[in-house]
């Protein structure tokens, strides 16, 4: 099994900055963190999970959801098992629970995919006041 944990989440007023970033623990079927893609999804009050931005495991192209092109960016330490996320240029509109996750999977269009992550973290709450 592989754990993950996210941390850095908080309140901020719009405009400012939050990097998020999630541990990673354990191992499933040999594989080790660096073989894992790893993406930020989120969640607000009412709606579906949405794709933020991943980071796969082959090559480590990134990618993100177009509402975050520009202000978010996604980065990994394979040394450190961590995955990070700092996000600048906060709007009230990404205030929601951030999710870690992993996934198998390195296929560009399958990343962006809640369904094909295998493992989730618990939440960090954002919160982005106006």
């Known amino acids: 099994q592989v754990q993950l944990v996210e941390s850095g989440g908080g309140l901020v007023q719009a405009g400012g900055s939050l990097r998020l970033s999630c541990a990673a623990s354990?191992?499933?079927?040999?594989?080790?963190?660096?073989?894992?893609?790893m993406g930020w999804f989120r969640q607000a009050p009412g709606k579906e999970r949405e794709f933020v931005a991943a980071?796969?495991?082959?090559?480590?192209?990134?990618y993100y959801a177009d509402s975050m092109k520009g202000r978010f960016t996604i980065s990994r330490d394979n040394a450190k098992n961590t995955v990070d996320l700092q996000m600048n240029s906060l709007k009230p509109e990404d205030t929601a629970v951030y999710y870690c996750?992993?996934?198998?999977?390195?296929?560009?269009?399958?990343?962006?995919?809640?369904?094909?992550?295998?493992?989730w973290g618990q939440g960090t709450q954002v919160t982005v006041s106006s």
């Open positions: 980071m796969n495991w082959i090559g480590g192209s990134t």
């Open positions: 996750a992993a996934s198998r999977t390195f296929h560009p269009a399958m990343v962006v995919v809640v369904s094909e992550y295998d493992y």
């Open positions: 354990g191992r499933a079927s040999g594989r080790t963190f660096n073989m894992y893609t």
